[in-house]
């Protein structure tokens, strides 16, 4: 696949995962990291530029950043406005933003509080806020269309009655959050491409359990 930019910067990546899936398909990938667990683990996917990072220390010149993604970033930060204005800044004019949230105030979970979220979001929020800091909306959807019901039901209720479990271990979390294999996994996978088809004709998911938003920095 050839990119249209030059370098496409993954921001708050984690391990990684993302990155190594966009590098595999031929897109110059750097990952921007601030955990040095995660830029080990990045290493031995073999990802290839990785910055051991917050995006303020990284030295990076204003201006500078054709295209960024923040996956699942944005519910970690306090002052998420002012980490997008800040972003806003590092980013070249008509540079792209692609940005995940999950989605709902009202899904609101023990899983939440353990993975240290701040907020979840609705698209009005989310786009709100990003106008505030300079960016034009190209388009936003919800995705994963299935999850707010069985969140709700295995998370959300359990939560709202006290039954939450104790504090997870790291290891038991990222087992949780690692792909599944058998009937659940195929049938979330053949919705997925659905929903993949919908938005590359450019149509909206009314609903999902995460908010996809792609912005562009605003020409001055």
């Given at each position: 696949m050839n990119s249209p930019y030059s370098y496409f910067f993954d921001i708050g990546g984690g391990n990684g995962f993302v990155a190594k899936s966009l590098q595999d398909k031929g897109i110059s990938t750097i990952l921007v990291e601030p955990g040095i667990q995660g830029c080990l683990n990045a290493k031995?996917?073999?990802?290839?530029?990785?910055?051991?990072?917050?995006?303020?220390?990284?030295?990076?010149?204003k201006g500078s950043i054709p295209a960024a993604g923040l996956f699942d970033v944005v519910e970690h930060i306090d002052d998420d406005l002012g980490f997008l204005r800040s972003l806003y800044d590092y980013m070249k004019e008509g540079g792209y933003l692609y940005i995940t949230v999950p989605a709902f105030q009202s899904l609101w979970s023990n899983e939440d509080v353990e993975a240290g979220h701040f907020r979840r979001y609705t698209l009005k929020e989310l786009e709100g806020k990003l106008k505030l800091?300079?960016?034009?909306?190209?388009?936003?959807?919800?995705?994963?269309?299935?999850?707010?019901?069985?969140?709700?039901?295995?998370?959300?209720l359990p939560y709202k009655l006290g039954l939450k479990k104790g504090a997870k271990s790291i290891d038991e979390y990222r087992k949780d959050h690692q792909a599944r294999k058998g009937v659940s996994d195929k049938v979330f996978n053949w919705i997925w491409k659905i929903e993949l088809n919908r938005?590359?004709?450019?149509?909206?998911?009314?609903?999902?359990?995460s908010c996809l938003v792609v912005a562009s920095k605003r020409s001055i």
């Amino acid at each position: 696949m050839n990119s249209p930019y030059s370098y496409f910067f993954d921001i708050g990546g984690g391990n990684g995962f993302v990155a190594k899936s966009l590098q595999d398909k031929g897109i110059s990938t750097i990952l921007v990291e601030p955990g040095i667990q995660g830029c080990l683990n990045a290493k031995k996917r073999n990802l290839k530029n990785i910055v051991c990072s917050t995006l303020e220390n990284a030295s990076f010149r204003k201006g500078s950043i054709p295209a960024a993604g923040l996956f699942d970033v944005v519910e970690h930060i306090d002052d998420d406005l002012g980490f997008l204005r800040s972003l806003y800044d590092y980013m070249k004019e008509g540079g792209y933003l692609y940005i995940t949230v999950p989605a709902f105030q009202s899904l609101w979970s023990n899983e939440d509080v353990e993975a240290g979220h701040f907020r979840r979001y609705t698209l009005k929020e989310l786009e709100g806020k990003l106008k505030l800091t300079g960016f034009d909306i190209v388009s936003s959807t919800y995705i994963f269309s299935i999850l707010p019901v069985a969140v709700y039901l295995f998370r959300v209720l359990p939560y709202k009655l006290g039954l939450k479990k104790g504090a997870k271990s790291i290891d038991e979390y990222r087992k949780d959050h690692q792909a599944r294999k058998g009937v659940s996994d195929k049938v979330f996978n053949w919705i997925w491409k659905i929903e993949l088809n919908r938005i590359g004709n450019g149509k909206r998911i009314p609903i999902g359990g995460s908010c996809l938003v792609v912005a562009s920095k605003r020409s001055i």
